[in-house]
């Protein structure tokens, strides 16, 4: 019989995420006001460049 020893476990960086959200929608935010439909345009090519950077960056050397 095996027992999830994760179920027991607390999330401790929850605050942490919802910071990092917050601030995301605020840059989002931001932009749009200062460029407006480019803003959203140029915030959607620079979240897809970082994800792509953190897909290399977690799958070097593997």
Same mark, same amino acid.
């Given at each position: 019989?095996t027992?999830?020893? =994760?179920a027991?476990?607390?999330?401790? =960086? /929850? @605050? #942490?995420?919802?910071?990092? /959200?917050?601030?995301? %929608? &605020? !840059? !989002? &935010?931001?932009? %749009?006001? #200062? &460029?407006?439909? +480019?803003? !959203?345009i $140029?915030?959607?090519? @620079? /979240?897809?460049? !970082? %994800?792509? &950077? $953190?897909?290399?960056?977690?799958?070097? +050397? +593997?």
């Open positions: 019989m027992t999830d020893s =994760h027991a476990v607390p999330n401790q =960086h /929850a @605050g #942490f995420m919802y910071l990092v /959200a917050v601030l995301v %929608i &605020a !840059l !989002l &935010a931001g932009s %749009i006001v #200062f &460029a407006g439909l +480019g803003g !959203l $140029l915030f959607g090519v @620079g /979240a897809t460049w !970082l %994800i792509l &950077a $953190l897909l290399v960056i977690m799958t070097a +050397g +593997g």
